[in-house]
Protein backbone atom coordinates (compact mmCIF):
# COMPACT_ATOMS: atom_id res chain seq x y z
CA UNK A 1 0.00 0.00 0.00
CA UNK A 2 1.40 3.43 -0.83
CA UNK A 3 2.15 6.28 1.75
CA UNK A 4 -0.87 8.65 0.28
CA UNK A 5 -3.28 5.90 0.31
CA UNK A 6 -2.26 5.06 3.79
CA UNK A 7 -2.78 9.16 5.02
CA UNK A 8 -5.90 9.07 3.55
CA UNK A 9 -7.22 5.49 5.02
CA UNK A 10 -6.00 7.10 8.54
CA UNK A 11 -7.41 10.69 7.95
CA UNK A 12 -10.91 8.87 7.51
CA UNK A 13 -10.68 7.09 10.66
CA UNK A 14 -10.18 9.81 12.68
CA UNK A 15 -12.91 12.04 10.53
CA UNK A 16 -15.24 8.79 11.71
CA UNK A 17 -14.31 8.32 15.26
CA UNK A 18 -15.07 12.57 15.89
CA UNK A 19 -18.16 12.71 13.69
CA UNK A 20 -21.33 12.90 15.73
CA UNK A 21 -25.03 12.53 14.93
CA UNK A 22 -27.45 15.21 14.85
CA UNK A 23 -28.97 16.21 18.38
CA UNK A 24 -32.98 14.17 17.46
CA UNK A 25 -31.07 11.42 15.96
CA UNK A 26 -28.22 11.14 19.27
CA UNK A 27 -31.38 11.35 22.04
CA UNK A 28 -32.93 8.79 19.89
CA UNK A 29 -30.04 6.54 19.67
CA UNK A 30 -30.04 6.78 23.55
CA UNK A 31 -33.20 6.45 24.32
CA UNK A 32 -33.01 3.22 21.95
CA UNK A 33 -29.96 1.67 23.41
CA UNK A 34 -31.45 2.42 26.95
CA UNK A 35 -34.74 0.49 26.11
CA UNK A 36 -32.94 -2.73 24.84
CA UNK A 37 -30.74 -2.48 27.52
CA UNK A 38 -34.11 -1.85 30.02
CA UNK A 39 -35.12 -5.00 28.31
CA UNK A 40 -32.57 -7.64 28.41
CA UNK A 41 -32.57 -6.87 32.08
CA UNK A 42 -36.58 -7.48 32.58
CA UNK A 43 -36.38 -11.12 30.57
CA UNK A 44 -33.30 -11.90 32.95
CA UNK A 45 -35.24 -11.24 35.84
CA UNK A 46 -38.38 -12.76 35.03
CA UNK A 47 -36.32 -16.12 34.19
CA UNK A 48 -34.64 -15.80 37.40
CA UNK A 49 -37.49 -14.74 39.30
CA UNK A 50 -38.27 -18.33 40.75
CA UNK A 51 -34.45 -19.10 41.36
CA UNK A 52 -32.81 -18.95 44.70
CA UNK A 53 -29.54 -20.32 46.40
CA UNK A 54 -30.81 -23.66 46.39
CA UNK A 55 -31.28 -24.07 42.71
CA UNK A 56 -27.94 -25.78 41.54
CA UNK A 57 -28.32 -27.37 37.92
CA UNK A 58 -26.50 -30.15 38.99
CA UNK A 59 -28.08 -34.14 38.50
CA UNK A 60 -28.83 -35.39 42.36
CA UNK A 61 -27.35 -39.10 42.31
CA UNK A 62 -29.43 -41.00 44.70
CA UNK A 63 -27.29 -43.53 46.22
CA UNK A 64 -30.33 -45.68 47.22
CA UNK A 65 -31.90 -46.36 43.87
CA UNK A 66 -30.68 -50.28 43.06
CA UNK A 67 -28.65 -50.98 40.14
CA UNK A 68 -31.25 -53.16 38.48
CA UNK A 69 -28.70 -54.55 35.54
CA UNK A 70 -26.65 -56.17 38.45
CA UNK A 71 -29.48 -57.44 40.11
CA UNK A 72 -31.35 -59.20 36.69
CA UNK A 73 -27.92 -60.69 36.22
CA UNK A 74 -27.83 -62.13 39.82
CA UNK A 75 -31.01 -63.16 39.57
CA UNK A 76 -30.30 -65.07 35.81
CA UNK A 77 -27.80 -66.84 37.90
CA UNK A 78 -29.89 -67.90 40.69
CA UNK A 79 -32.56 -69.43 38.25
CA UNK A 80 -29.50 -71.05 36.46
CA UNK A 81 -28.46 -72.80 39.27
CA UNK A 82 -32.04 -73.86 40.26
CA UNK A 83 -32.51 -75.54 36.98
CA UNK A 84 -29.64 -77.51 37.75
CA UNK A 85 -30.27 -79.05 41.04
CA UNK A 86 -32.60 -82.13 41.31
CA UNK A 87 -35.50 -81.94 43.54
CA UNK A 88 -35.01 -85.23 46.12
CA UNK A 89 -37.82 -87.48 46.09
CA UNK A 90 -40.34 -87.46 49.14
CA UNK A 91 -41.21 -90.48 50.92
CA UNK A 92 -44.89 -90.77 51.43
CA UNK A 93 -46.78 -93.30 53.11
CA UNK A 94 -48.77 -96.16 51.16
CA UNK A 95 -51.00 -99.05 51.59
CA UNK A 96 -49.18 -102.73 51.11
CA UNK A 97 -51.64 -105.28 49.99
CA UNK A 98 -49.91 -108.22 50.51
CA UNK A 99 -51.44 -109.74 53.21
CA UNK A 100 -54.88 -109.93 51.62
CA UNK A 101 -52.37 -111.02 48.64
CA UNK A 102 -51.53 -113.81 50.70
CA UNK A 103 -54.56 -114.63 51.95
CA UNK A 104 -56.42 -114.59 48.61
CA UNK A 105 -53.46 -116.90 47.25
CA UNK A 106 -53.80 -119.46 50.23
CA UNK A 107 -57.43 -120.01 49.53
CA UNK A 108 -56.88 -120.47 46.34
CA UNK A 109 -54.32 -123.06 47.13
CA UNK A 110 -56.58 -124.82 49.50
CA UNK A 111 -59.73 -124.64 46.51
CA UNK A 112 -57.37 -126.58 44.69
CA UNK A 113 -56.18 -129.48 46.58
CA UNK A 114 -59.75 -129.99 47.51
CA UNK A 115 -60.91 -130.64 43.78
CA UNK A 116 -59.24 -133.71 42.20
CA UNK A 117 -56.25 -133.35 39.53
CA UNK A 118 -57.03 -134.23 36.13
CA UNK A 119 -53.36 -134.52 35.28
CA UNK A 120 -52.30 -130.91 34.76
CA UNK A 121 -50.80 -128.82 37.70
CA UNK A 122 -52.69 -125.73 38.77
CA UNK A 123 -50.30 -123.30 37.01
CA UNK A 124 -51.11 -124.75 33.88
CA UNK A 125 -54.73 -124.31 35.06
CA UNK A 126 -54.59 -120.71 35.76
CA UNK A 127 -52.47 -120.30 32.38
CA UNK A 128 -54.92 -122.09 30.36
CA UNK A 129 -57.98 -120.56 32.04
CA UNK A 130 -55.98 -116.60 31.81
CA UNK A 131 -55.43 -115.82 28.30
CA UNK A 132 -53.34 -113.06 27.31
CA UNK A 133 -54.49 -109.34 26.53
CA UNK A 134 -52.99 -109.97 23.03
CA UNK A 135 -54.85 -113.76 22.06
CA UNK A 136 -57.82 -111.65 23.52
CA UNK A 137 -60.24 -110.14 21.03
CA UNK A 138 -60.31 -106.47 21.22
CA UNK A 139 -63.09 -105.26 23.19
CA UNK A 140 -65.14 -101.56 23.05
CA UNK A 141 -63.93 -101.16 26.66
CA UNK A 142 -60.45 -101.76 25.84
CA UNK A 143 -60.30 -98.51 23.19
CA UNK A 144 -60.39 -94.83 24.26
CA UNK A 145 -63.42 -93.11 23.67
CA UNK A 146 -63.15 -91.32 20.25
CA UNK A 147 -63.41 -87.66 20.68
CA UNK A 148 -63.95 -84.85 18.13
CA UNK A 149 -62.13 -81.65 18.28
CA UNK A 150 -64.14 -78.55 18.17
CA UNK A 151 -62.28 -77.69 15.04
CA UNK A 152 -63.22 -81.07 13.31
CA UNK A 153 -67.34 -79.96 14.52
CA UNK A 154 -66.87 -76.84 13.00
CA UNK A 155 -65.22 -77.56 9.81
CA UNK A 156 -67.87 -80.40 9.11
CA UNK A 157 -70.69 -78.28 10.64
CA UNK A 158 -69.11 -74.95 7.84
CA UNK A 159 -69.26 -78.06 5.30
CA UNK A 160 -72.42 -79.20 6.09
CA UNK A 161 -74.10 -75.87 5.80
CA UNK A 162 -72.10 -75.19 2.24
CA UNK A 163 -73.55 -78.55 0.59
CA UNK A 164 -76.99 -77.41 2.06
CA UNK A 165 -76.61 -74.00 0.29
CA UNK A 166 -75.61 -75.23 -2.61
CA UNK A 167 -77.96 -77.84 -3.01
CA UNK A 168 -80.66 -75.55 -2.13
CA UNK A 169 -79.65 -72.78 -4.95
CA UNK A 170 -79.72 -75.58 -7.28
CA UNK A 171 -83.24 -76.57 -6.80
CA UNK A 172 -84.31 -72.94 -6.53
CA UNK A 173 -82.57 -72.90 -10.25
CA UNK A 174 -84.60 -75.69 -11.22
CA UNK A 175 -87.84 -74.57 -10.03
CA UNK A 176 -87.44 -71.22 -11.88
CA UNK A 177 -86.25 -73.09 -15.14
CA UNK A 178 -89.81 -74.76 -14.73
CA UNK A 179 -91.50 -71.81 -14.07
CA UNK A 180 -90.06 -70.14 -17.13
CA UNK A 181 -90.92 -73.23 -19.56
CA UNK A 182 -94.52 -73.21 -18.21
CA UNK A 183 -94.69 -69.57 -18.47
CA UNK A 184 -93.04 -69.66 -21.97
CA UNK A 185 -95.94 -72.28 -22.72
CA UNK A 186 -98.70 -70.61 -21.69
CA UNK A 187 -97.82 -67.58 -23.68
CA UNK A 188 -96.77 -68.68 -26.94
CA UNK A 189 -100.36 -69.09 -28.53
CA UNK A 190 -100.82 -65.40 -27.59
CA UNK A 191 -97.78 -63.92 -28.97
CA UNK A 192 -98.20 -66.46 -32.19
CA UNK A 193 -101.59 -64.69 -32.54
CA UNK A 194 -100.60 -61.32 -32.32
CA UNK A 195 -97.60 -61.94 -34.78
CA UNK A 196 -99.74 -63.32 -37.07
CA UNK A 197 -102.27 -59.87 -36.74
CA UNK A 198 -99.59 -57.92 -37.31
CA UNK A 199 -97.88 -59.49 -40.04
CA UNK A 200 -98.93 -58.05 -43.36
CA UNK A 201 -96.43 -59.85 -45.63
CA UNK A 202 -99.28 -61.49 -46.75
CA UNK A 203 -101.54 -58.73 -47.99
CA UNK A 204 -98.43 -57.29 -49.69
CA UNK A 205 -97.94 -60.13 -51.68
CA UNK A 206 -101.52 -60.23 -52.97
CA UNK A 207 -101.17 -56.62 -53.56
CA UNK A 208 -97.52 -57.17 -55.61
CA UNK A 209 -99.12 -59.87 -57.40
CA UNK A 210 -102.00 -57.15 -58.06
CA UNK A 211 -99.95 -54.33 -59.38
CA UNK A 212 -98.08 -56.96 -61.79
CA UNK A 213 -100.86 -58.40 -63.80
CA UNK A 214 -102.13 -54.37 -63.86
CA UNK A 215 -98.73 -53.64 -65.18
CA UNK A 216 -98.91 -56.61 -67.66
CA UNK A 217 -102.20 -55.95 -68.87
CA UNK A 218 -101.11 -52.42 -69.44
CA UNK A 219 -98.52 -53.50 -71.58
CA UNK A 220 -100.48 -55.94 -74.03
CA UNK A 221 -102.66 -53.03 -74.24
CA UNK A 222 -100.04 -50.96 -75.52
CA UNK A 223 -98.74 -53.44 -77.66
CA UNK A 224 -101.89 -54.08 -79.17
CA UNK A 225 -102.65 -50.30 -80.10
Known amino acids: ?4 RFECECARKKCLLAS ?4 NMESRGELYTLGQFRSKLNREGNKNAFMTKEHKFRPQINPD ?7 HR ?10 RELEPTVAEPFNLRTAHVSAARKARSSRSQEVPDTGRTSRERSASRERPSSARPPTPHDTLPFGITESTR ?11 QRVASEQDDIKQEQRRRRRQKMLKPEVTRKVMAN ?18 MVLQYNDFL
Not at 74 to 83: H, T
Open 1 to 4: MSTG
Open 20 to 23: RLPP
Open 65 to 71: IPEFDEL
Open 74 to 83: QFEKEMRDKK
Open 154 to 164: LRESTVRKSLE
Open 199 to 216: DHSGQLKKLQKKKCKISS
